[in-house]
């Protein structure tokens, strides 16, 4: 239908629809607003009346003085919209009446609180007079809610409306008046606009039919005077064209048809050409960023839920399988990085980030996240870290993963049986520096020397058969050589064809001056570790780590040598408490069972080393522990340590959070994300806010006040940048000082992160992110120090306990091993010893001895570890945890555990009795 208008009717809807519409909007939004304003202000007046009559009559209902009362309503009648009053007694009777008859009906009672109900006109309110209204502090009786009547007010709406109505008649009027003045200029500028149009169209529609002598006059504009002459141009050319034409016609047409072909030819070539190289650098752009943004959004979350499932209490197989998931979502991230490093190896952008680094921990959690790929395909991988090879080393440990990475994962891929070797040896050492060779060696299907020349070119694999099975871009080589290079460093190959190949690499790095100690502090020095692992290359390196932990072995190749040693000598269970056996040897031993039940009866600690993902009916086995190969150095000596101290290494106590809590918006259109971040900060000590749109965030900052901001960067419509531009805007109209906006941004390209810094953001942090490092930002732009891990154990013992059992007869039966006369025997035990241990603690308590105090939780913990009492084994744990952390919630879970000695000695006594 508007296809059928002219532009006179273009022009007009054009003009007035949005000036209409936006002033009906804007009239209908403002006399709303001037209506809840207007409810709200009589309201808030009838409870400031009701207040102050309250006070004003208390005393008066109170002693029962109607005279008075009535003087006190009648003088309140002369207030401003006062219509009528009435006091009330207890039981809703008259007291006292000033003002005509009410016309609403009457509000709810509410014996605490002020009720109201509002009519067309008329507003009514029903105020509790209660003994806190008295001023007297005798007449309270200690009872401030006590009822002593009621007052009733009727408020008249009518002047309030008056002005209402007056406002919205003025509102019509102007918005009347000004859709006038637009419908008069848009008649004026149509007009203005349709005649000299009128014109043209005539003059076109003349020089159509033939009559190129037709010229256009100015037509009083600029704009329209160009085109009246590009007009009269127009004529005159085809004016001259028509007699040239008509002269030559032949030969005229047949040159501009050639001319004409050859023209649109190269111009169809050069605009293809073009468009090829603006799509292709386009697209590579794109890939680059889209790559690395896409996967690190999701990557962000699953990191950042692991490392919160990590503080909860799990037992050492789920944490091996939360690391395992850590490391390999890191993994992924090394993926990606590996795309966008040859992008900048290709640019010469790529810069090393040198730090503090332990090199066990890297080797070992590098081969921990290639650990089940070896396994699936019975492949044995061992580290060999010698003894004098320093470890705690400064350099870029990312960057070192990633080649290591790289090289055992090339070294699992091409080899289908035997093992891969990791090994660290120091080849010479200054004062500050350390030579060290790191070598990977596999007995896979071997290099040819032709393949050893093409091994480090980009996109080049040595074999396509091979390369097919096993996957891979061709870039993980040439990166790493590259990487090793930049660090000063070389790699180098031998291999030969069905033997197998040894990567190695010569790298110098900075030494850190500290120590690490990891010798297990013993009760007895002559404790003694038997190992039985018959792969020569695991036994090595579980040798090597014993040994680094002060640990002396016995070793025996097989089972059943240790089996016939420990018949032999039965006094070996004190000297030799603990057994490490390889989990495939002991399920294939035929006399397990019977060596089994012999560990029970001397109470030996079974470690049993399996590959991932293992389910051996061997771990259901009292007293068997298990590890997953390759064997972490921290995780031996944290069970060696259980093992013998008798319970899991006391935490370390946290520092105090800074007393000035800081206030952190978080700004993220992902829930994931915002959750994740948000859950990090709070458990930091931060007090955060979330959001997750620009717009609410700018609405934020103009509401509250807040220390720093972390902004999201690709958020639909008001993304990350928009968002810091308009807070920066509202600053300078404010004159307050600029707010630190840290940009949270999956994009890892250089270009990307200064960008952000050039649109107004203080600084940025790449997706995914971790505890660290939001600790680090908030310390650098607030001042304020949040700790990673202040609250990670003490939020977990806070929160509501499960209902576990006084008494569990099943559990106490599986921890004594299905023996029902040792199970009976170890609960009487801790019921013999349960008053004096209480005794104890309690004197500890009040004596204000944390020292001792812990040591006798600790105590009373470990006895509970051989029965079936749930409830008091939990209430042991709780109470000792938080009083190694110093936490103030100490006090209670004392009170809970000493509730906990006496539910059991109550239900549990008479059953002994």
């Known amino acids: 239908m508007l296809n059928t208008l002219g532009i006179r009717s273009h022009l007009l809807i054009l003009t007035l629809a949005p000036s209409l519409l936006l002033a009906l909007s804007l009239g209908i939004h403002y006399t709303r607003l001037q209506f809840v304003d207007m409810q709200q202000q009589l309201e808030e007046r009838g409870q400031l009346l009701a207040e102050q009559l309250a006070v004003l009559a208390a005393p008066l209902l109170s002693q029962g003085q109607e005279q008075s009362l009535q003087r006190v309503l009648n003088q309140a009648l002369n207030q401003a919209d006062v219509r009528t009053l009435t006091a009330l007694s207890p039981d809703r009777s008259l007291r006292a009446h000033a003002g005509p008859s009410m016309l609403t009906s009457s509000p709810p009672s509410d014996p605490l609180s002020i009720t109201y109900v509002q009519g067309q006109t008329t507003t009514r309110l029903l105020m509790p007079v209660l003994s806190r209204h008295l001023y007297s502090l005798e007449q309270r009786l200690g009872d401030e809610t006590r009822l002593l009547g009621w007052l009733e007010l009727e408020l008249s709406n009518q002047a309030p409306l008056l002005g209402l109505h007056r406002n919205l008649l003025v509102s019509l009027g102007i918005i009347g008046f000004i859709l006038i003045v637009t419908a008069l200029l848009a008649l004026h500028l149509s007009t203005n606009l349709c005649r000299p149009l009128n014109q043209i169209t005539q003059a076109i529609a003349r020089i159509r039919e033939g009559h190129l002598e037709t010229r256009l006059p100015p037509l009083g504009s600029s704009e329209l005077n160009e085109l009246a002459e590009g007009v009269n141009s127009m004529a005159e050319a085809l004016l001259k064209a028509h007699e040239d034409l008509q002269q030559n016609i032949e030969q005229t047409m047949e040159d501009i048809q050639q001319n004409m072909e050859t023209i649109e030819i190269q111009n169809i070539e050069l605009d293809l050409a073009r468009k090829e190289a603006e799509k292709a650098s386009r697209i ?261 780590q014993l040994e680094d932990l002060g640990l002396h072995t016995l070793i025996f190749e097989q089972i059943s040598t240790l089996h016939q040693h420990l018949q032999d000598h039965p006094d070996a269970a004190q000297s030799m408490p603990i057994l ?172 990307e992160k200064r960008t952000l810094l050039q649109k107004g953001l203080d600084d940025y942090l790449t997706k995914p992110i971790n505890e660290q490092q939001l600790a680090k930002t908030v310390l650098k732009w607030t001042g304020r120090a949040l700790n990673p891990q202040a609250t990670a154990t003490a939020n977990t013992l806070l929160l509501p306990e499960p209902r576990f059992a006084v008494l569990d007869p099943e559990e106490g039966l599986r921890r004594a091993a299905g023996k029902t006369e040792l199970a009976q025997e170890m609960l009487s035990m801790l019921l013999t010893s349960l008053p004096k241990e209480r005794q104890a603690i309690q004197q500890a308590r009040y004596s204000g001895n944390q020292e001792a105090l812990i040591q006798q939780v600790h105590h009373l913990h470990g006895a509970t570890q051989y029965c079936g009492v749930p409830q008091l084994r939990q209430a042991c744990y709780r109470c000792e945890t938080l009083l190694n952390q110093q936490h103030p919630a100490s006090e209670a879970a004392l009170d809970e555990l000493d509730a906990a000695i006496e539910r059991l000695l109550l239900e549990v006594t008479p059953q002994h009795a």
Not at 433 to 444: K, N, P, R, Y
Not at 605 to 616: A, G, M, T, V
């Open 284 to 544: 590579k752009s794109e890939f680059l960023a889209n790559i690395s943004h896409e996967i690190r959004t999701p990557l962000n979350s699953i990191l950042g839920f692991t490392t919160l499932l990590q503080k909860n209490q799990l037992n050492a197989r789920q944490q091996d399988q939360l690391n395992a998931i850590e490391i390999s979502a890191k993994n992924l991230m090394a993926i990606i990085n590996e795309i966008l490093d040859f992008s900048r190896i290709e640019a010469g952008k790529l810069i090393l980030e040198p730090a503090p680094f332990d090199l066990r921990d890297l080797i070992e959690e590098t081969l921990n996240s290639l650990a089940p790929s070896a396994h699936d395909k019975h492949l044995e991988l061992a580290c060999l870290i010698y003894h004098d090879t320093p470890t705690q080393l400064v350099g870029d440990a990312a960057r070192l993963r990633q080649v290591l990475t790289n090289l055992v994962n090339n070294a699992i891929k091409f080899t289908d049986k035997g093992s891969v070797v990791v090994r660290a040896l120091l080849e010479d050492e200054t004062e500050h520096q350390a030579q060290l060779c790191i070598s990977v060696q596999d007995t896979g299907v071997g290099l040819t020397q032709q393949d050893i020349t093409q091994l480090f070119q980009a996109f080049c694999q040595t074999d396509n058969s091979l390369s097919r099975q096993s996957g891979g871009t061709g870039l993980g080589l040439a990166i790493s050589k590259h990487l090793i290079e930049q660090m000063k460093g070389k790699i180098h190959v031998d291999s030969q064809l069905e033997v197998g190949s040894c990567f190695s690499i010569s790298i110098s790095l900075p030494k850190v001056h500290k120590h690490q100690n990891l010798r297990i502090p013993l009760s007895h020095s002559n404790i003694r570790v038997a190992l039985v692992e018959p792969y020569s290359i695991t036994r090595q390196a579980l040798i090597h």
């Open 580 to 751: 490490l056996l390889d989990q495939q040897a002991a399920s294939a031993y035929s006399q397990w069972p019977e060596l089994a039940q012999y560990l029970e009866q001397h109470n030996y600690h079974c470690i049993l080393i399996c590959e991932h993902n293992s389910q051996s009916p061997l771990l259901d086995t009292p007293n068997v522990h298990a590890l997953t190969k390759p064997v972490r150095t921290s995780k031996l000596r944290q069970l060696l340590i259980e093992l013998t101290q008798g319970s899991a290494p006391k935490p370390a106590p946290t520092e105090p959070l800074n007393a000035q809590t800081p206030r952190i918006l978080c700004v993220d259109d992902n829930p994931s994300n915002l959750r994740l971040i948000e859950t990090f900060l709070h458990d930091m000590g931060a007090e955060v806010c979330a959001v997750s749109s620009g717009a609410a965030a700018l609405e934020a900052i103009q509401r509250q006040h807040f220390d720093l901001v972390f902004m999201d960067i690709q958020m639909p419509v008001m993304d990350g940048r928009q968002t810091t531009l308009a807070i920066r805007q509202w600053e300078n109209t404010r004159d307050t000082p600029p707010l630190p906006i840290v940009a949270l941004t999956a994009h890892a390209l250089t270009s």
